[in-house]
Every structure is written in C-alpha cells, then in structure tokens.
T-cell receptor, first 114, second 117 residues
Framework: AQTVTQSQPEMSVQEAETVTLSCTYD???????LFWYKQPPSRQMILVIRQEAYKQQNATENRFSVNFQKAAKSFSLKISDSQLGDAAMYFC???????????FGTGTLLAVQP | DVKVTQSSRYLVKRTGEKVFLECVQDMDHENMFWYRQDPGLGLRLIYFSYDVKMKEKGDIPEGYSVSREKKERFSLILESASTNQTSMYLCASSPWGSDVWGNQPQHFGDGTRLSIL
C-alpha cells in the first residue's frame, strides 16, 4: 500500500524568506500524481501545486515550486518570499494513476513570522 | 469557481443518534469524497462515489454509510454515533478528467466539526 510521510509537524519562517516543506512517499507504481494542498485557518482546503510522475520538469506556480525526486520518492514544496497569508497547514498527497483516491500525509503546520 | 457546500460548520450530537452530514457541489462533478481529519493523522478517506448510486469504501468505512441519490449531493451517515467519531469531516469533489483518472484535483468544502457527547 502507498504511504505518504511528512516528517515536519511544524515549521516556521520569517516573512519574505524561503521555506521548504518535506514529503516522501512509498509506492511501487510508475504512474501516479502528487499534490500539495493548503488548509488555512478558515479550513477550506485548496490546491497549491501538482506534479505528474511522468514529467521530469518540476512544477512551479508563482512563489510555489516543487523538488520532485522520483528515484528518491521525494516531493518537497518550496515557498519563496513567504507572506503572512501562507500560514496554514500543508498536506502532501499521492494519487495512483489507477484510482481517484488521494492518500494524504499528516500535514505540516507553517507559521509565518512578521 | 467550484463550490462544495457542507450543510453545517459545527454540529453537536449525542451518542447513539443517527447523524447526517450533507454535501452539495455545483460543478457537475462525477466524483465525490468524504474524509475525516484528525490531528496527527491527516485526512483519511471514509467513502467515495464516482456516480449516482455508486459508492466505494475508503480506508475507514466502519461505522459510516453514504448515500448518493443525485449527482450533486453526497451524504455521510453515522448510523449510531459514538464518541470516537468526534472529528472534522471534509467533503470533496472532482471531475472525471480528460483521461479516466487524470490529474484533476479535488475541491474541498469548508468542513464540519462534529462533536459527539
């Protein structure tokens, strides 16, 4: 069975600095998708960024980028120029290419210090 | 924008009660999901549905059932609520996708914080 591990329960970053959130996963599949979701204090979960496993190029969305290391089964999220609004719980998630079920990590709570 | 609406933000019920959590989406999505979120455990899938009247068990279906009579509505039912079902419940939906399982993201509701006393 696939698993997703986020080893950092909490992180803190200064405003305008860069922070990297870690995520590793375990799978024997070759076809899958990876996601980072953000859950602000208002609680609605929103998609931050996604990566298809067959793509070698790392996904980027404005200040958010990923470092996808397929061989190492690592999918870290980098937030550049951190803003107060980035404070949230961040979840890494995996989906097999053969199912529409998401498997979530336990989350990383990010605090942004002014 | 996709809107996923959960009927209650907060709900307090008593043990043994039958509890209904309702979820409605407005984007004609085929897939709908129910998760529970607990500190230190992340989100765990309870049930999902990929079509009207179709349902599949997720990772933790025990003590729950679901109903999908209409495409836009997906209900989670706690047949006889127990205190260990106190949790945050999140509903999500996603489209079928251009390829069957695609990379279409799931869209989430605001969540229902359910307390069972």
């Amino acid at each position: 069975a696939q698993t997703v591990t986020q080893s950092q329960p909490e992180m803190s970053v200064q405003e305008a600095e860069t922070v990297t959130l870690s995520c590793t996963y375990d799978t024997s599949e070759s076809d899958y998708y990876l996601f980072w979701y953000k859950q602000p204090p208002s609680r609605q979960m929103i998609l931050v960024i996604r990566q298809e496993a067959y793509k070698q190029q790392n996904a980027t969305e404005n200040r958010f980028s990923v470092n996808f290391q397929k061989a190492a089964k690592s999918f870290s999220l980098k937030i550049s120029d951190s803003q107060l609004g980035d404070a949230a719980m961040y979840f890494c998630a995996y989906r097999s290419g053969a199912t529409n079920k998401l498997i979530f990590g336990t989350g990383t709570l990010l605090a942004v210090q002014p | 924008d996709v809107k996923v609406t959960q009927s209650s933000r907060y709900l307090v019920k008593r043990t043994g009660e039958k509890v209904f959590l309702e979820c409605v989406q407005d984007m004609d999505h085929e897939n709908m999901f129910w998760y529970r979120q607990d500190p230190g455990l992340g989100l765990r899938l309870i049930y999902f549905s990929y079509d009207v009247k179709m349902k599949e068990k997720g990772d933790i279906p025990e003590g729950y059932s679901v109903s999908r009579e209409k495409k836009e509505r997906f209900s989670l039912i706690l047949e006889s609520a127990s205190t260990n079902q106190t949790s945050m419940y999140l509903c999500a939906s996603s489209p079928w996708g251009s390829d069957v399982w695609g990379n279409q993201p799931q869209h989430f509701g605001d969540g229902t914080r359910l307390s069972i006393l």
